[in-house]
């Protein structure tokens, strides 16, 4: 197993101490993510963390999580703009799927901006389909908040099957960061974002839970700017989207490597986060 740097590559394991450096890198590419989601992704993934330092500076990351042997899931693929181009990219990636392949990682998924598709396709990663982040402007709401269901009411036996693997650690500790929403075996997890506040995931068993759960994380919401990231062939989560008065803001693509995944994409109305699946 890879505990310092890997031969030749540079490729190491991102330590905490890091993690103030890897914020400033998604930053810097504008991205949501906070410092308590880098902390949970070193969490649930503390032996799939990778980084390249220069000179002791931070250049590049991209994590893995393992959800189980079932299927991995890369993300904060980010190269510093000072050290762009010089193959940083390639060698996290590459070490990334080795690593996977190494625990016997059946499945690997991960959610692509344009910038690094080129470098997906070319290690064999496949197309699969559009995510879409949507965005809404909403005015801190001024009901009484609604009540707030405990993280135990969580329907995990329907998010395995929905998502396709089991991701109930990640679940556990993205609900002590977030507000929680449950109904009829259907939830919806709502966090603060760098920028957005963000919705999701949601798994929910129709559209019309969906909608009740939706409503009632905006009217919990008192941030203005929400995000919401949804897969394309969800086809009811794009209209609930629409209803609630969200606007189409970017799309990535959805690749995968290996075997391919059954899961349920009509039962998921928001995704947990381009970095989690
Ligand atoms: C995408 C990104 C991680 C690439 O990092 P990098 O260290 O410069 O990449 P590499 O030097 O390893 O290059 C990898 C490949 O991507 C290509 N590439 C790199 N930057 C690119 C860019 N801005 N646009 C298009 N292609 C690019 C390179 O040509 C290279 O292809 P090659 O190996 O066939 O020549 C970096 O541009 C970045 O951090 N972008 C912002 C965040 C982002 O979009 N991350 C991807 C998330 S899925």
């Not at 799927?97 to 901006?113: P, S």
């Not at 609604?146 to 993280?151: A, E, H």
């Not at 998502?163 to 507000?179: I, K, M, T, V, Y």
């Amino acid at each position: 197993m890879l505990t310092g740097a890997s031969e030749n590559s540079g490729v190491r394991l991102l330590t905490v101490r890091e993690l103030p450096a890897a914020l400033q890198l998604s930053s810097l590419a504008g991205w949501n993510q906070t410092a308590a989601e880098w902390q949970l992704l070193l969490e649930v993934a503390s032996d799939s963390c990778f980084c390249i330092a220069v000179g002791g500076v931070l250049a590049a990351t991209a994590t893995l999580i393992p959800y189980g042997s079932r299927l991995g899931w890369i993300g904060m693929v980010l190269t510093h703009p000072e050290f762009r181009k010089r193959g940083f990219a390639r060698r996290l990636l590459t070490h990334c799927v080795g690593h996977a392949d190494a625990l016997g990682i059946r499945t690997l998924k991960l959610d692509a901006t344009e910038q690094g598709q080129h470098l997906y396709e070319s290690l064999g990663f496949v197309p699969e389909q559009t995510v879409e982040r949507w965005i809404r402007s909403c005015p801190p709401s001024r009901e009484r908040p609604v009540s707030i269901t405990g993280k135990s009411s969580l329907a995990l036996a329907d998010d395995a099957l929905a998502f396709g693997a089991d991701r109930s650690q990640l679940l556990e500790r993205l609900s002590r960061h977030s507000n929680c929403f449950a109904a009829a075996n259907s939830y919806l997890l709502s966090r603060t974002g760098r920028i957005y506040r963000y919705l999701g995931p949601c798994v929910a068993r129709d559209l019309k839970t969906a909608n009740q759960l939706f409503q009632l994380a905006l009217g919990n919401s008192s941030e203005r700017e929400c995000a919401w990231d949804f897969l394309a062939n969800n086809h009811g989560a794009k209209s609930l989207a629409e209803d609630l008065g969200f606007g189409p803001h970017r799309r990535l693509l959805r690749m995968s490597r290996g075997e391919q995944l059954r899961s349920r994409d009509d039962l998921i109305y928001a995704i947990a986060g381009f970095e989690f699946g």
